[in-house]
């Protein structure tokens, strides 16, 4: 009995494991463990790395099989397969995460230093021969959003209409483009029952899905609710709600509802279709969702080559922290896990303003201010 309840408990074990990653990483990770079976099956390698190969014998190495099969791993992808540092860390991840699934000790991992500064070797060489990758991401403001809408995609056709309806959701809700449009291995775009309005007329409120508009006159939307569909925090899918009313502030530069209604009234959307798919017959791609921030910059004489899909992101998370809002709350609505959103947060001249009138306020900090702060350190006991 003893034994058959040590196997249970090591079997439910087992099943916590594999339960320690989202189905979306665990998409990433076939990729990953993909690229390692290739470089093992051309250098005549276990993938467990149970034995090391007839030819090991005769190679001079350092360090041990394992190690060596790592950093071999690691030059593979980023010479012979040229992929970003990010990428080569993430694929890493994925062998040390099916190797261990398989019983294999990959504790030498954590232990050796000289991967570990191989890993950061290879960022400082990816950041040196693509100096841009240095530089942080620019935020796209409330009025370069503005301007493009009145100048740049001010025609009557479906791109323009899409174009405007992508950026306002995307700032509103600090989207990511995966969160927005379908992507290349993503399956958490936006689609057509995300949206949901809600509709006041003389029998109440109710609510309706974004494909059920066509006999709703917009003076009878009240406001909408948003499901945002996350790879990072959304591991069963349900996504993130975020509602929202109508904005009825003049200074307002738009308004997220009625933007996106009288996008689904013409769009005449689907059920369970992507929501930037205008008549079933032409979908906005994330290609052009990023082409569509360059061009803004590139219009208003800015760096093309710091803007892109994320610069929309940054910018609302900017927008909030400037407004005051607490980092825990920009974290819950940018579905953030952590605080690496401050990395992009960028303040304005009005912020610099502030900080300097604060660094200039002699009554701020005083003497005995700071004597009052080191007594600590002073008194005897």
Known sequence: MKRIAVEDLMSCAKLFFTKSICSNTNKTYEYGWKHWTTMCNYLSMDHLLSDPPSYWKSVKQVYSYGVCSFLMFICYLSTVKNLCPSTVINYVASVIFRLAES?????????SPYLKKVKI????????????VSKKTLPLSCDMVIYAINNMFNKNTEFCLCAITALIVMRCCLLRASE???CPRSDHYLRSNDVIFEIKDKYGIHFIYSYEVNNIEEDQVTGCTVNVRSAKNDQYGQGHK????ISKDINDGFC????LFRYARK?????????FLFKSKWTLSYRQLNKIHKDIATKLEFDRSLYSCKSSRVGGACA????????????????????????YVRLCVTAYSKGLKAISNPKLLTMIGVKKLSLTNTIKY
């Open 103 to 111: 019983d294999v000790d990959t504790s030498f991992i954590d232990n």
């Open 121 to 132: 070797g290879i960022w400082n060489v990816y950041r040196a021969s693509v100096p841009e």
């Open 180 to 182: 927005t449009v379908p």
């Open 242 to 245: 975020l509602p929202f009313t």
């Open 256 to 259: 997220l509802s009625l933007t």
């Open 267 to 275: 769009a005449i959307l689907k059920p369970l279709k992507p929501f």
């Open 320 to 343: 909030l922290s400037l407004a005051g809002f607490p980092d825990s709350f920009i974290m819950k609505m940018g579905r953030w896990s952590s605080l690496a959103f401050l990395d």
